[in-house]
């Protein structure tokens, strides 16, 4: 076996973690990495005349992964010609060229870009009787066996810890077989099955036992969300509840993460606990504020004692007492907080989030979705535009997938309606209202909408987002609507960002020459939609920052709809009153087609209106309960310095 390039832990961290970890910068470095191992693999055996067995997933997770390979394949050579492939998984029911298959995933992303052969590969077949099942997962291992084994198997992680669709409750043992797949997990893949009821019950997955024999297991994981998961897999004590904690008693086994899902593991959320550190300004933030969260104390009460106790001795020993720590922190938290986004005119700024000058400044608010800008950012955005500054507001996509289909059936009519009313000539009205019955009426699940439909669900949601803007007081000459070419495919997978994408930007900052940009800094999900946009915003930022304008521009990052900055990272925290929390309800309020069970609604069943003031009123109380002053809600920002 070789020696793999991404084993580097180290002891220190493996007090802590029963199991190699390995931690880059992003997922796209991480899944170089993991490429490179397998080319590695891959030509070691092509020297020894041997095949090589690999043991390979689906999901977001390898999608890096598979494309690095490819790219190996086509610029540097690497054949596929000695691998045979087994997959982990595959839905039940599920026909092979059906949208959602593994088969056609693995096609895609991999097989039908490398010179592999056909009869290499194999995915568990969807479309057996059920009687058929037990015998041909038998078959499946035993062809694994004749191989002998799997020299290598990729997997990535549920949220409920699952490998393969090994779920909580699996056995380390446990065979290749036909499963009942999770709630969560239904509810994780139900977006690509246009809702939960059209995703499948059941699937068929190799068992905990195959992966276990697997000469060398690498898992991959990405973003904050699968932070927690990591936590408990690494960190926590072997368990079925939690299946990929069975990896710990694997020999050859490496979790490969980027920051985002390793950022809960003690030693990167707490470091001082594991090694000696250099206590710069920033930790002893995230440690002293970490510190009173969990001792539920204000931090002016914090005491030597607490310090001493939790592993802070040598900050204490370094710039202690106690007392003197606890209120340079205070003050600095306390400086976060503004009621003046664009700056305060005319006052001492040295203190203050925001310079005071220009006193009217030019602002360019990015919102991802039509709605992110009011339930991440309404408060701050009335707020600007009530203190005089020049308000710009940008919709980087249509976030046309995310409307009904029977609202556009309701305004297609509507358009109908309304010509006949004013005697507008309707024969071009009624030929599209007909398609659009026509479609709907006959859409199989998962079919991607005609161009008429998504038209009309993006027309939808640009009216929502020009009335919310209208409400907060921009004219039509301050809202665009940028349509980012890589988000119209008509499926929740999009295509990568492309140039077209980051001139558009360009073009626009180019256009107004922002002193402030405001943009979704929305890191949970590395392959989803906000991040796109924010890639797109950063690389358009990295090419124009040689222009006069930008060294008058700040960037702002406020967070998408599901998560908030870690209060140790706020470095501007908009506090809003009761009526304030009010009318940021009604501007969510405008965008009606995401209201009453939306078609993206995930695992929480609140509306976003709710989860937008749940989230201001929990940032608000943790200021409170940290000591500082008491406010109905809080928005939050993080300046990004480019
Ligand atoms: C896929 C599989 C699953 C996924 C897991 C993570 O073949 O077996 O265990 O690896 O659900 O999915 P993503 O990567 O989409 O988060």
Avoid at 350 to 363: I, L, Q, Y
Avoid at 416 to 425: S, V
Avoid at 447 to 475: C, M, N, Q, W
Wanted: proline share 4%; glycine share 6%.
């Amino acid at each position: 076996m070789i020696k793999s390039s991404i084993d580097t832990a180290t002891s220190f961290e493996k007090r802590f973690e029963n199991i190699n970890t390995v931690v880059f910068e992003t997922s796209f470095s991480a899944s170089k990495a993991v490429a490179n191992e397998i080319a590695e693999l891959i030509r070691l055996k092509q020297t020894q005349n041997q095949l090589c067995i690999l043991g390979l997933a689906t999901g977001s997770s390898p999608k890096g992964l598979y494309a690095e390979l490819v790219r190996l394949h086509r610029e540097e050579n690497l054949s596929f010609k000695n691998v045979i492939a087994f997959n982990l998984d595959e839905y039940y029911p599920m026909e092979p060229d059906s949208v959602n298959s593994y088969v056609r995933f693995m096609k895609a992303q991999l097989f039908d870009h490398v010179d592999i052969l056909p009869e290499h590969y194999h995915i568990p077949d969807g479309t057996l009787e059920k009687d058929e099942i037990a015998e041909y997962c038998k078959l499946y291992e035993e062809n694994i066996e004749s191989y002998g084994g799997l020299d290598l198997q990729i997997l990535g992680i549920g949220g409920n810890g699952h490998i393969g669709f090994n779920e909580s409750g699996s056995l380390q043992n446990s065979k290749t077989r036909l499963v009942a797949l999770d709630h969560v997990t239904r509810v994780a893949a139900s977006g690509d099955f246009s809702g939960l009821s059209n995703t499948p019950r059941t699937a068929i997955t190799l068992g905990v036992k195959k992966i276990m024999e697997a000469k060398r297991v690498i898992l991959m994981a990405w973003g904050e969300g699968k932070s927690a998961i990591i936590k408990k897999s690494v960190e926590g004590e072997i368990s079925n509840k939690v299946p990929a904690t069975f990896l710990q008693d694997h020999n050859n086994a490496t979790f490969v993460l980027d920051q985002g899902s390793a950022s809960v593991l003690t030693r990167i959320s707490t470091p001082w606990l594991v090694e000696k550190v250099v206590w710069t300004d920033k930790l002893v933030r995230k440690a002293v504020i970490g510190l009173a969260q969990d001792l539920k104390k204000p931090i002016l009460m914090l005491t030597d004692a607490d310090y001493i106790e939790n592993g802070m001795s040598d900050l204490l020993a370094d710039s202690g007492p106690a007392y003197d720590i606890n209120i340079y922190i205070f003050n600095k938290l306390q400086n976060t907080i503004t009621g003046w986004p664009g700056g305060k005119p005319n006052s001492d700024n040295s203190k203050r989030p925001e310079r005071a000058e220009p006193s009217r400044k030019r602002v360019l608010i990015f919102s991802p979705h039509p709605d992110d800008d009011i339930i991440s950012m309404g408060g701050t955005f009335k707020r600007l535009q009530e203190q005089g500054h020049d308000v710009h507001i940008a919709y980087q996509t249509s976030g046309n997938i995310a409307v009904a289909d029977d609202e556009a059936l309701r305004f297609a009519s509507f358009v109908c309606d309304y010509n006949d009313k004013f005697g507008i000539d309707n024969a071009a009205a009624q030929i599209i209202y007909n398609k659009v019955i026509d479609f709907l009426k006959n859409k199989k699940s998962s079919e991607i909408d005609i161009p008429e439909v998504r038209y009309i669900k993006g027309l939808i949601r640009k009216g929502e987002a020009r009335a919310t803007s209208h409400f907060i007081g921009l004219d039509d000459a301050h809202i665009h609507f940028m349509e980012l070419p890589f988000y119209e495919t008509g499926k929740i997978e999009k295509h990568p960002i492309g140039e077209a994408d980051i001139t558009l930007t360009m073009d626009l900052i180019t256009s107004i020459q922002p002193h402030q940009i405001y943009a979704a800094g929305d890191l949970a999900d590395p392959h989803g939609t906000h991040k796109v946009c924010l890639d797109a915003i950063f690389e358009s930022i990295k090419r124009l920052k040689t222009q006069p304008f930008m060294d008058n521009c700040w960037v702002w990052l406020y967070r998408g709809a599901w998560q908030e900055w870690a209060i140790d990272e706020i470095e501007m925290a908009v506090p809003m009153g009761p009526d304030q929390v009010l009318e940021k309800r009604h501007g969510i309020f405008k965008h009606q087609s995401q209201k009453d069970g939306v078609v993206f609604q995930g695992t929480d069943s609140r509306e976003f209106w709710q989860r937008a003031e749940d989230r201001n009123k929990e940032t608000a109380q943790n200021y409170h309960d940290l000591g500082l002053s008491q406010y109905a809600a809080m928005e939050a920002f993080v300046r990004w310095h480019f």
